[in-house]
């Protein structure tokens, strides 16, 4: 892959992270507008990757946040682990259970074929888009029809397990926006938007790494793969990696505003237009 695709795709993915637009279906957009195979183990691990370096920008941003909150005590401390521990426990379940599923059903008979093979069709990319715009909407609109009500800002177990239990939802489908689809939840759930927002990503930062490690066992595994065709892919990888931290830095300090200021709704309807247009490229042929 050329080092322009790369450059591309890490300021598409650096850019859209915070959004709660989907950044993965962004990247997988323009993979395949540049002719690239968003399926193909190189371009899962370098999706992850990108992943990845968004999640250290999103740790350097957030860090003032989580040190004032999360580490304002040893009991606090041990409280967020908790919930983060819960939230993650029923990711891996739903997600790891959804991915099962799907493998066994959608590719019954189709040997070695695995949930990724899915992510470069753009007709579930549409759907998943429209149901992530249709969850950030209704949240949207209900928090700006209950404005001057307090929300909570400390989460429950019940809201931490729905948030979690989403967040598996959103595992296996390119589109389903884990950071809308988490904080719309538990804004709907009666949890004040910033603290959702402050554990949405704190759990992406705990999720990322098993899944960079899915997709590195993903490259090894794959046909006329090996150690080669890991470091291979894990040059554009990482270095995509750095371009989207520098790109998530420079887009956090000014779209961190936008989440914040009551235009939440607003990124419902972009994602039912980016379904629209999904859906456009998918009868056009890509």
């Known amino acids: 892959m050329s080092f322009l695709k790369v ?3 890490a300021i598409v993915q650096g850019f859209a ?6 950044s993965s279906a962004h990247v997988v957009v323009a993979e395949k507008l540049m002719g690239l195979d968003p399926s193909a183990p190189s371009m899962t691990l370098l999706l992850v ?3 990845t370096g968004t999640m250290f920008a999103v740790i350097v ?26 939230a993650t426990a029923l990711t891996g379940v739903i997600g790891e259970g959804l991915t099962l599923l799907i493998e066994k059903t959608a590719f019954r008979g189709v040997p070695h074929a695995q949930i990724e093979d899915l992510f470069s069709h753009l007709e579930l ?41 989403v967040q598996g939802l959103c595992l296996p489908f390119r589109g389903f926006s884990r950071s809308g689809a ?9 949890v004040a938007k910033a603290s959702a927002e402050n554990f949405s990503f704190a759990l992406a930062v705990v999720l990322t790494p098993p899944v960079v490690a ?47 200021n009551g235009r ?3 990124f419902g309807g972009y994602c039912l237009v980016a379904a629209v247009a999904v859906g456009g490229l998918y009868f056009a042929g890509y």
């Open 182 to 190: 988490t904080i719309s939840v538990g804004m709907l759930g009666g």
């Open 264 to 266: 939440w709704y607003l």
């Open 49 to 51: 990757m990108l992943h």
């Open 214 to 260: 899915r997709e590195a066992l993903r490259v090894l595994q794959a046909e006329h793969g090996g150690a080669g065709a890991l470091a291979g892919a894990a040059v554009p990888s990482l270095l995509g990696a750095l371009l989207s931290f520098l790109a998530g830095l420079v887009a956090l300090k000014w779209l961190s505003g936008w989440l914040e």
């Open 7 to 9: 450059v591309v795709l």
């Open 61 to 86: 941003y957030f860090w003032r946040r989580w040190r004032a909150t999360y580490f304002s005590s040893l009991a606090q401390f041990k409280r967020t682990a908790t919930q983060v521990i819960v």
């Open 125 to 165: 990319i549409a759907p998943a888009l429209a149901a992530a715009g249709i969850l950030i909407l209704v949240a949207g609109l209900r928090e700006r029809s209950a404005r001057g009500q307090p929300a909570a800002g400390d989460l429950t177990t019940r809201q931490v397990s729905l948030i979690g239990a």
């Open 17 to 22: 992270e915070l959004l709660p637009v989907s």
